[in-house]
């Protein structure tokens, strides 16, 4: 498994941005598909974005046109831009990485991934 630590989360107004990252260690990074879910209070984690390997990305609708997953390898290293952020995004996020490698599609299910953050808190005002 892999070790994920994120940060970037905080307090912003609606309308403005964030930008998220993840470093990952203990395992290849490279071969392996990554996401970024999400908890809000009371509510199950969600999934939110996730990359490929070979970048391929895929978002939950709530976020498409506003978030963007990306990917350094060199860096081992995961990023969520977050613009024109809402007060439903309000959650705390948590970077995750898929438990098998070289996968042609990316997955969205909480099951498929095997590392997980801490999770960084992300507060939308209005």
């Known amino acids: 498994q892999a070790q994920l630590v994120e940060s970037g989360g905080g307090l912003v107004q609606a309308g403005g941005s964030l930008r998220l990252s993840c470093a990952a260690s203990?395992?290849?990074?490279?071969?392996?598909?990554m996401g970024w879910f999400r908890q809000a209070p009371g509510k199950e984690r969600e999934f939110v974005a996730g990359?490929?390997?070979?970048?391929?990305?895929y978002y939950a609708e709530s976020v498409k046109g506003r978030f963007t997953i990306s990917r350094d390898n060199v860096k081992s290293t995961v990023y969520l831009q977050m613009n024109n952020l809402k007060t439903e995004d309000t959650a705390i996020y948590y970077c995750?990485?898929?438990?098998?490698?070289?996968?042609?599609?990316?997955?969205?299910?909480?099951?498929?991934?095997?590392?997980w953050g801490q999770g960084t808190q992300v507060t939308v005002s209005s």
């Open positions: 203990g395992r290849s990074f490279s071969n392996y598909a």
């Open positions: 990359i490929n390997w070979n970048t391929r990305t």
């Open positions: 995750a990485a898929d438990g098998r490698a070289w996968r042609t599609v990316v997955v969205s299910t909480l099951g498929d991934y095997n590392s």
